[in-house]
């Protein structure tokens, strides 16, 4: 089954292998009505899965509802999710459906699955196996046709220990279990990432095209970026808007934690494994094409190489080795 090309999923481009198996995963997921739980810490992606595996999905037609289990308290987020009757408590002057109705035929998100109360968890659990819910004020249930897929970035086993977190509900979440790894695990995706979020905020802000520096593209590689892909995100926007139109942007025009962040080794890392020569030519193979935007006559020339081996290298890589001028 392939893998969604960069049109196909937007803002999920990767190159890792880390992120590719969670794309396997979750495309082939989509297939079907599965519960899935997607764990990783905060940033890295998870709406953005839960979108992805919606889309491609048989409900992608369906609405996608979103909702944080940790942002609201429990009376309110039970009545949230399943909706209450008219008079049900002060101020319920109406009758609402709760969100597992508005997302019928479609998919429902819950985020931050691990802050939910433990009564709430107690609800939930009923709703899994039979997708019938009940609202506050009601004596009766409501069936409901919806897809979940619940997140967070706590590790709910430890939870379960610590008793938390029932261990019944983890095993019903816990079907297709999908773990994003970090942007620091992903260093060869940090690039191509940079320059798709460019283009976007230069789409959304009206101003022309740019590109990074080379001390720039250094700062980015050189960044642990603790706040993953989202921090990626603010400090690219922040970027392209400091640069003030200017074709390219400069260290200077990142934030100062990431601008003054220092290359280290290549085996740093506490337990890394040094990189074999095939790994580090082929770090700077494709962060030079990174740099030239793609260009692969400019990238042979600047690598010292002929066109055909530098189209072979990036064929071997699983780029694609299509040639542009």
Same mark, same amino acid.
């Given at each position: 089954?392939?893998?969604?090309?960069?049109?196909?999923?937007?803002?999920?481009?990767?190159?890792?292998?880390?992120?590719?198996?969670?794309?396997?995963?979750?495309?082939?997921?989509?297939?079907?009505?599965?519960?899935?739980?997607?764990?990783?810490?905060?940033?890295?992606?998870?709406?953005?899965?839960?979108?992805?595996?919606?889309?491609?999905?048989?409900?992608?037609?369906?609405?996608?509802?979103?909702?944080?289990?940790?942002?609201?308290?429990?009376?309110?987020?039970?009545?949230?999710?399943?909706?209450?009757?008219?008079?049900?408590?002060?101020?319920?002057?109406?009758?609402?459906?709760?969100?597992?109705?508005?997302?019928?035929?479609?998919?429902?998100?819950?985020?931050?699955?691990?802050?939910?109360?433990?009564?709430?968890?107690?609800?939930?659990?009923?709703?899994?196996?039979?997708?019938?819910?009940?609202?506050?004020?009601?004596?009766?249930?409501?069936?409901?046709?919806?897809?979940?897929?619940?997140?967070?970035?706590?590790?709910?086993?430890?939870?379960?220990?610590?008793?938390?977190?029932?261990?019944?509900?983890?095993?019903?979440?816990?079907?297709?279990?999908?773990?994003?790894?970090?942007?620091?695990?992903?260093?060869?995706?940090?690039?191509?990432?940079?320059?798709?979020?460019?283009?976007?905020?230069?789409?959304?802000?009206?101003?022309?095209?740019?590109?990074?520096?080379?001390?720039?593209?250094?700062?980015?590689?050189?960044?642990?970026? +603790? %706040?993953? *892909?989202?921090?990626?995100?603010?400090?690219? =926007? $922040?970027?392209? @808007? &400091? !640069?003030?139109?200017?074709?390219?942007?400069?260290?200077?025009?990142?934030?100062?934690?990431?601008?003054?962040?220092?290359?280290?080794?290549?085996?740093?890392? +506490? %337990?890394? *494994?040094?990189?074999?020569?095939?790994?580090? =030519? $082929?770090?700077? @193979? &494709? !962060?030079?094409?990174?740099?030239?935007?793609?260009?692969?006559?400019?990238?042979?020339?600047?690598?010292?190489?002929?066109?055909?081996?530098?189209?072979?290298?990036?064929?071997?890589?699983?780029?694609?080795?299509?040639?542009?001028?």
């Amino acid at each position: 089954m392939a893998l969604p090309t960069f049109e196909e999923a937007e803002a999920l481009v990767t190159r890792s292998e880390g992120m590719r198996r969670a794309l396997d995963v979750a495309t082939r997921a989509a297939l079907t009505d599965a519960t899935i739980l997607v764990t990783g810490e905060s940033g890295t992606g998870k709406e953005r899965i839960a979108r992805f595996v919606h889309e491609r999905s048989r409900r992608r037609e369906g609405p996608f509802v979103a909702v944080n289990c940790g942002a609201l308290p429990e009376p309110l987020l039970e009545s949230e999710l399943f909706g209450h009757e008219k008079g049900a408590f002060t101020g319920a002057v109406s009758g609402k459906k709760g969100l597992f109705e508005a997302a019928s035929a479609g998919t429902l998100f819950l985020d931050e699955i691990g802050d939910t109360p433990p009564a709430m968890q107690v609800k939930l659990l009923r709703v899994l196996p039979e997708r019938r819910v009940r609202a506050v004020g009601s004596t009766r249930d409501r069936a409901v046709d919806v897809r979940l897929v619940a997140a967070t970035n706590r590790t709910l086993p430890d939870l379960v220990k610590s008793g938390a977190f029932r261990e019944d509900l983890y095993y019903r979440l816990h079907v297709i279990p999908i773990d994003l790894p970090p942007l620091r695990d992903r260093r060869d995706d940090v690039l191509p990432l940079a320059r798709q979020i460019i283009a976007r905020t230069c789409r959304a802000n009206s101003c022309g095209p740019c590109s990074l520096s080379s001390e720039a593209l250094d700062a980015l590689l050189s960044y642990s970026w +603790p %706040g993953n *892909v989202r921090e990626l995100e603010n400090a690219i =926007e $922040r970027a392209v @808007i &400091l !640069a003030e139109g200017q074709p390219r942007i400069e260290r200077s025009d990142l934030p100062p934690e990431v601008r003054e962040a220092r290359q280290a080794p290549p085996s740093a890392e +506490p %337990g890394d *494994v040094p990189l074999t020569l095939a790994e580090v =030519e $082929r770090r700077h @193979i &494709l !962060a030079t094409l990174d740099r030239l935007e793609g260009n692969r006559l400019a990238t042979a020339r600047a690598l010292g190489i002929g066109a055909n081996t530098l189209w072979r290298k990036l064929k071997a890589y699983g780029v694609s080795p299509e040639r542009r001028s």
